[in-house]
């Protein structure tokens, strides 16, 4: 191998270290803390009436910090689109 795609693989792996500290530093600013809050408590809920809007409040508010928003093809509502999956497996 020569010493140019040594240097290329060399800067090639601080770009992919440095955009990886990146994230794991957006990841942890202060601001996320909520949404990762609401976030983490959905497996621990029962499955009632306010944990679904716990669950949607989450989902909101994540899709609010995404950059990138919803996914793409989602339904506007995410509560009105569950219930229509849970409608069709009844």
Known sequence: MS???GHVVGVFT????????GVWIWAWLPFHKRAFDALAAIPMQDGDDDSAETADA??????????AG???GAAPDRGEAREA??????
């Open 70 to 72: 919803p996914p793409q």
């Open 85 to 90: 999956r849970f409608e069709e497996n009844t």
């Open 58 to 67: 989450a989902a909101r508010a994540w899709d609010r910090r995404s950059a």
């Open 3 to 5: 010493p140019f795609w």
């Open 14 to 21: 601080v770009v992919v270290m440095a955009a990886f500290i």
